[in-house]
Every structure is written in structure tokens, then in C-alpha cells.
């Protein structure tokens, strides 16, 4: 079945350190990619997507790739916030399927 | 805010107690679902309905009961539970159809404690 595996954390870094979550998949066919963030006390927020190989999502300085060939789908940020602290999570989406299958999330926290 | 809401915030109950926990998205979207969020675990769905109509239910203790009356509200009525049930509960929802599937947006999520 489909499945995802990203990094464990915890993750400490300090403001404008560079962010990697490694993260990588198994699924038939070509899923859709996602990595989700969840601040302190709250849901889950869409951060990113990639609907197809190659594709690059990016949103609020974060960026991702999807490579097929390595299946992965790694988050970088080149500079992180104080804000950015949160769980993030990679999830993906099989393109015949309704369920979203998430990794077990990552926590970063960046010390001023 | 992402257009789903979710009450209570927070909620305590004993294992007798009978509760609701009640989402409401303002989306317009045509699918919605429960997960469970424990920690130290990935997120489990524990429900999916497609157009009113429940889809998946992932063998989900039948203390759990799903209900969802329109596409834009779902409810988990919870019965007679156990301490280790306690976990963040997410509602989420999609815009889906035959050819794709979308991404989901989410609640905030009601935090729920079982004593």
C-alpha cells in the first residue's frame, strides 16, 4: 500500500539556519504530493503541492520537488522564522484515491 | 482560518459520558472527514463520507459513531469511551470528483480527554 517516510525530529535550528525535511514514498502509479504544517493548538494547513514529476510547490519560502526517481519530496527553506515552528508533515494522494496517506511529522522548533 | 470549523475546541469526559463533536465547513466542498491525531503516531483516518454518504469507515471502534446529515456538517458522537482514546480529533474536507482528488483543508480540531 501506499506509505510515506519522512525524517524524525525533533529539529532545533536557529533563525536564518537552512531547513531539510527529508521525506520519501511508495505508491503505484503517480500520486499527488503534499507537506502540511501544523502550528501549536492548531489543525493542519496545506503549505505545499506537487501534482506530477518535476513539479516544484513553494509557498511562504518553503519549496519542494517532486522526483519520481528518487521518490522523494524533500522540504527545504533556506532562511527560517521563529514563526516557523511547527509540525510538518509529507503526505501523498494516489491519483485513483480519496485517502491521503500521511508520515508521522516532523517537529522543528528555531531558537532566536 | 480554512473555512472548516470545529466544536468543541476542547472537551473532558468521563468513560460513561455520552458527547458530540460537531464540524462545519463553509467551503462548499463535497467530501469530509475524521481523523484521530495521537501522539508520537501519524494521523488515522477513522472516517470518510462522499456526497452524504459514508465511504470508509477504517474498522473504527463502534464507540465512535459518524453522522452526517448535509455536505456541510459531520459529527462524531462518542459513547462510553476509553483513556486511550484521548487525542486531537480533525475534521477535514474536499472538493472531489470521478477524475480527482484534491486537497483537503482542515479544523482546528477538538482535543478531547477521556478520564
Known sequence: GDSVTQMEGPVTLSEEAFLTINCTYTATGYPSLFWYVQYPGEGLQLLLKATKADDKGSNKGFEATYRKETTSFHLEKGSVQVSDSAVYFCALRSSNDYKLSFGAGTTVTVRA | ?115
Do not use: I
Open chain 2, 1 to 115: 482560518e480554512t473555512g472548516v470549523t470545529q466544536t468543541p475546541r476542547h472537551l473532558v469526559m468521563g468513560m460513561t459520558n455520552k458527547k458530540s463533536l460537531k464540524c462545519e465547513q463553509h467551503l462548499g466542498h463535497n467530501a469530509m472527514y475524521w481523523y484521530k491525531q495521537s501522539a508520537k503516531k501519524p494521523l488515522e483516518l477513522m472516517f470518510v463520507y462522499s456526497l452524504e454518504e459514508r465511504v470508509e469507515n477504517n474498522s473504527v471502534p463502534s464507540r465512535f459513531s459518524p453522522e452526517c446529515p448535509n455536505s456541510s456538517h459531520l459529527f462524531l458522537h462518542l459513547h462510553t469511551l476509553q483513556p486511550e482514546d484521548s487525542a486531537l480529533y480533525l475534521c477535514a474536507s474536499s472538493q472531489d470528483n470521478t477524475v480527482s482528488y484534491n486537497e483537503q483543508f482542515f479544523g482546528p480540531g477538538t482535543r478531547l480527554t477521556v478520564l
